[in-house]
């Protein structure tokens, strides 16, 4: 029995053969970042959706491209209100007789009209060209014009601000840990994985969520997706410090019946979720991210990055990623759970041994308490710490070899 628990390294390779030959790398459902990992083709008036919300969509673009089209705007506009007004010196006769009462002062040529349009959109004054009393249609292109620019302004400064201020910019400084770890936590299999807001200003209240994403292709072509949740102890966090998320691999879990060859095989992927709001905007946001079988460690455990001084709680961020390996049993959690009534029937005496009375069982309540791993087993308990030496590691495997 003592063959079950070992501790498996991160680099340990699995080589997974299917009907088809080797098990090719899945593709990923969202990626590691959070974004989504799909591609939407054929989409029925995309372009039409992207315009009727022209706000979102400028504010979704990227910067270059966001600075690009609002210089262009401004650009075109100053281009096109100048030939109005060059138009309009042309009509009038202002370019060919310089004798006459213009209808723009001191505007005669194409680049002078240019010039008069940058200067009024943009409120220079230079008192050098100006508007006269002769043109009422020039009168009226600088009232239109005049409009259009307070529009123009108005558009570009609150995109931008909405754009600083996305809820993206505040996701990505709160972040989950590069795997996820599967270990043992009061004699069951638990899955966890770490989060933390490497901000000061603290976030008002959060809730976890985590999801296990299936996806089945058929010869056809045709892919089936489907979607779990998985119970989460602690859901409501305030994520003051860096806190481990669990989930507990018991009956009801999709996980349940998944033993560390079962995972390396399955085709799932982890998805996690953190929403939260934040006390200095009050913005609602969200940071998602996603665990492929590859990146969940089977006998690992989160090293402790929390220590306590006399005035402040110490947080070590150099041990966010840090797992050190335990000895947790290969097998899935629901041979595990056999394995503990079996040692639990196997302590239990007789009920007709006339030794073994209930009121003896009663009178000494410890031991009748079945030990759910054997000696050479070790389990990790959240209230102890972790060692950050190596050669906890090397202890551990020599007595796992003592054992056998």
Known sequence: MYKHYSSVRPSDEFSVKTENGHHSKKTRYIRKEGSGNVKFRHVPEEWLMFVMDIFTTL????????????????????????????????????????????????????????????????????????????????????????????????????????????????????????HAVINLRDGFLCLSWRIGDFRRNHLVE?????????????????????????????????????????????????????????????????????????????????????????????????????????????????????TTKVLVPMISAEEYDKKKQLQLSARLPPQHSPRCSPQTLSQNPQENQPKLLTEGAEQERDDQPVPDDPTSVTGSQHLDSSTQ
Request: charged share 20%; hydrophobic share 45%; with cysteine.
């Open 59 to 178: 504010v979704e673009i990227r910067w270059r491209v966001m600075l690009l089209i609002f210089a262009l705007s401004y650009i075109l506009s100053w281009l096109f209100f100048g030939i109005l007004f060059w138009f309009i010196a042309l009509m009038h006769g202002d370019i060919r007789n310089h004798n006459t009462q213009p209808c723009v002062f001191e505007v005669r040529s194409f680049t002078a009209a240019f010039l008069f349009s940058l200067e009024t959109q943009t409120t220079i004054g230079y008192g050098f060209r100006g508007m006269s009393e002769n043109c009422m249609v020039a009168i009226i292109v600088v009232t239109i014009q005049d409009v259009i620019s307070c529009f123009i302004d108005t558009f570009v400064i609150g995109i931008v601000v909405s754009k600083m201020a996305s809820a993206r910019k505040r996701a990505q400084t709160v972040g989950f840990s590069s």
């Open 206 to 322: 959060g809730t976890a969520c985590a999801q296990i994403v299936h996806s089945k292709m058929h010869q056809t072509g045709k892919v089936d997706m489907g979607m779990e949740d998985l119970a989460i102890q602690q859901r409501d966090i305030t994520l003051v410090t860096p806190t481990t998320i669990c989930h507990r691999i018991e009956l009801g879990s999709p996980l349940y019946k998944m033993s560390l060859d079962d995972l390396r095989k399955a085709n799932i992927e982890l998805v996690v979720s953190f929403t939260y709001t934040d006390d200095s905007t009050g913005i609602l946001h969200q940071t998602r991210t996603s665990y492929t079988p590859d990146e969940i460690l089977w006998g690992h455990l989160f090293q402790e990055m929390i220590r306590v001084s006399r005035k402040h709680y110490k947080v070590d961020y150099n041990l966010f990623n840090n």
